[in-house]
C-alpha cells in the first residue's frame, strides 16, 4: 500500500505512544485528584503543556488542550467573538475548513454576527488587499487558514495578521495543516489564536491545541469543572496530550530539513504527473505550498473514480471533496479559485510526508496514468 493521504490522517508513532502508555495504565491518575496518582497525572499534563508551548513560542498558560482542530476553531471562533464586546463583524476567507465556516455561519445566525468572507485568487492565496477593505472598526476577529488543507497553498498571513490588528481585531490561524512543515512561532506570525490537531502530525485522533494570547478574552464553549483555567471544562485527556506534546517535538525537529527534502520529491511527482497524464492540472500555488501536497484537476474523469482506480491499484489519496464526510458536491476551496464546478469533480489530493519515498512516488505516477486510462476508457 502506498499512502498518500496524510492530510486526511496519520499513523501515531511509536514514540508518540510509548510516551503515552504509561498514562493508559500505572500513572492513570485524574490531574484534579488531590492524592499522589493525581499529582503524578497533574505534573505531566503540566509538562506536555509546557513542551507543547515551547514549540508555538508561548507561555504554558496560553495552551488549552482541546479534542482537534474542529474544537479548537469552535473555540477560538464562538470563544473569542462571543466574549469580545467591541463588535459583531467577523472576516473570514472562502477556502476555510468547515468547522471555521460553520462557526462563523452559527455567529450569524444565532447571535446577530455580520460574517464577511473575503475570496482568494485562483492559485488559492487571500486576496490581502479585499481583506483591507472588508475590515471595520467593529471587526472583532479575523480567522485565516496558515496553509490550505485541500490545495496546500500557504497564506501570507503575517500581512493578513497586521491589518487585523490595525483595526484593533483579534487574528485566529488554523494551522492544522501546516504544523510539521511551517514555523508554528505565534509572535512571528502575529496571531492571537491559533489551532492544532494531533492526528496530522503523529499523535492519535481526538486530540487537539489551541492557542489564544494571554490578554484575549475567551468565552468557554463547555461548562463543567473548570479544567484548563475555566475555558475548557471536562476531566483532561492526560495520555494524549503527552502524545500531541511529543508528535509535535519530533515534526519540529529537522523541519526545515525535512521540508526541502519532500518538497523536492514532491516537485518530481508534480512535474511526472503534468508531463505524462492527459489533461492533468495542478490546483493550488505552484510553490507557496505545503511541501508534502500534490494537487490536481483531471478534465473528464471523476475524483471519485480515480480515487478507486488508484485504491485498486494500491495507492490511497482522497477525492478534492472528501473533507466534508461523505459529500460528493464540488469543494468549495476549488471553487472558490474559480475552477468550474464541473472540474472541481475532478479534483485528487495527493498529501504524503517523509515516509513515502520516492520511488512510491514513482510508483504513484505510474499507477495514476493507469487509472486515469481506465476511468477514460470506461467512459
Ligand atoms: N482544519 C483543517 C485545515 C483541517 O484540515 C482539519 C481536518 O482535516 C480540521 C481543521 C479539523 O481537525 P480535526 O480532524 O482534528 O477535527
Redesign the pocket.
Known sequence: MIYLDS??TTPVRREVLEAMWPYFTGEFGNPSSSHGLGDSAARALADARKRVANILHCRASEVIFTS????S?NLAIKGIALANPRGRHLVTSSIE?Q?VLESCDYLARFHGFEVTVVGVDELGAVRTDDLAAALRPDTTLVSV?LAN?EVGTIQPLARIAQLGHAVGAAVHA?A??AAGWLDLDVSALGVDAL?I?G??IGAP?GV?ALYVRGRVPLEPLLHGGGQEAGRRSGTENVASAIGLAVALELANAGRSERATRVRSARDAFIASVLATVPGARLTGHPTERLPGSASFTFAGTSGEAVLLELERRGVLVSSGSA?AAGSDDPSHVLVAMGVEPALAQTAVRFSFDSGASEGQLREAALALRDALGAVRGIR
Request: hydrophobic share 20%.
Open positions: 492530510s486526511a482537534g482542530g474542529t474544537e476553531d475548513h468547522a487558514m488543507n488554523d492544522v495543516q489551532s490537531s492526528h496530522k485522533k487537539g473533507c
